[in-house]
Each structure stands twice: as structure tokens, then as C-alpha cells.
């Protein structure tokens, strides 16, 4: 999960020790293994991405803040629907050859 949160960019990270494939869904989640934190969308910029392990696991430690604000910009200057065919167009072509893990990406930004 990437957040921006009153204008300060950090990563919120669960420690993967399972293998690969490993999946818990929400009913299934364990208090102990839960991550959470306070979050205030105070700035235009601010926000939340959450993405899956197709999509994360694909992207340099160094650029995840870019990748972040590179989102953030594309939303705020596309509609809803351009910006969900642009989505689709990226996870269908996604830039990691026969790369067939699940790839899901969310967003949640403020914009004024």
C-alpha cells in the first residue's frame, strides 16, 4: 500500500512470510497478521494505493513514489471511464513479459 497522507509519502508494507500463492481473504484475516493506519487526505495529492502482489511485486523500491504520483496525475486529468480503459490497457500490457499473476489495482485520492 503506497499513501500519501498530509503531503508525506510512505510505503505501508505487510512482511511476506508464506510462499507464493499464498492467499487470505478478508473473512479469513487474522488480527495479529493486520496492518492499519491513520490516514487524513488534508492536500490535493493525498491518497491511498493498494495493489496486488502482480502489480507491486513488478515495481523498483525506487520508484514507487513516481509510479504513486504518476497515478494520482492521470486520474486527476482523465474522467472516470478514460481513466478506466487507460487501466485496463496498462494491466493488459503490462510491462513484465508472460507475466500471468493477478493484477489489481485501487486508488483513492483527494483532488482539490
Do not use: C
Not at 80 to 98: A, I
Amino acid at each position: 500500500m503506497l499513501i500519501r497522507s498530509q503531503g508525506k509519502f510512505r510505503i505501508l508494507l505487510d512482511q511476506k512470510d508464506g510462499f507464493g500463492n499464498q492467499t487470505t481473504t478478508l473473512a479469513q484475516a487474522e488480527t495479529e497478521g493486520a496492518v492499519s493506519a491513520d490516514i487524513t487526505l488534508t492536500s490535493p495529492g493525498d491518497g491511498v494505493l493498494l495493489m496486488t502482489d502482480g502489480i507491486s511485486d513488478d515495481l523498483i523500491p525506487e520508484q514507487l513514489e513516481p509510479f504513486f504520483n504518476a497515478i494520482y496525475r492521470r486520474q486527476k486529468r482523465s474522467s472516470k471511464r478514460r481513466m478506466k480503459r487507460w487501466l485496463e490497457t496498462e494491466l493488459k500490457q503490462w510491462s513484465t513479459p508472460r507475466h500471468g499473476d493477478d493484477k489489481t489495482i485501487a486508488s483513492i485520492f483527494r483532488m482539490d
